[in-house]
């Protein structure tokens, strides 16, 4: 059964990090893609980042946010830097097999984390 478990997740000030951390389990994840999502209150789930055979990143958080993963660990981990008040929104964990097409849709992934909230005050 696969299961992804995310941490890190809290409160920070504008302009100050944040590191996410996912652990995956269940099965190897080194040919899948790993990513993140976020929802932030009232709006829709919003693609953040994402690794596979390349690295893409939502125009709202490069040069900020930097996605790394450790196949070995079964891990994917997002690093929050220079935090903005609109980056507050809980963090969902995400994974889809193969490695090629590294989506930014929502329905691109098929295994979801059960999210970490992330709070950035002004």
């Known amino acids: 059964q696969v299961r992804l478990v995310e941490s890190g997740g809290g409160l920070a000030q504008a302009g100050g990090s944040l590191r996410l951390s996912c652990a995956a389990s269940g099965r190897s994840f080194s040919a899948y893609v790993m990513g993140w999502f976020r929802r932030a209150p009232g709006k829709e789930r919003e693609f953040v980042a994402a690794s596979g055979i390349l690295t893409s990143y939502a125009d709202s958080v490069k040069g900020r946010f930097t996605i790394s993963r450790d196949d070995a660990k079964n891990a994917v981990y997002l690093q929050m830097n220079n935090l903005k008040p609109e980056d507050t929104a809980v963090y969902y964990c995400?994974?889809?097999?193969?490695?090629?097409?590294?989506?930014?849709?929502?329905?691109?992934?098929?295994?979801w984390g059960q999210g970490t909230q992330v709070t950035v005050s002004s």
């Open positions: 995400v994974a889809r097999p193969g490695i090629t097409v590294v989506p930014d849709t929502p329905g691109g992934y098929t295994h």
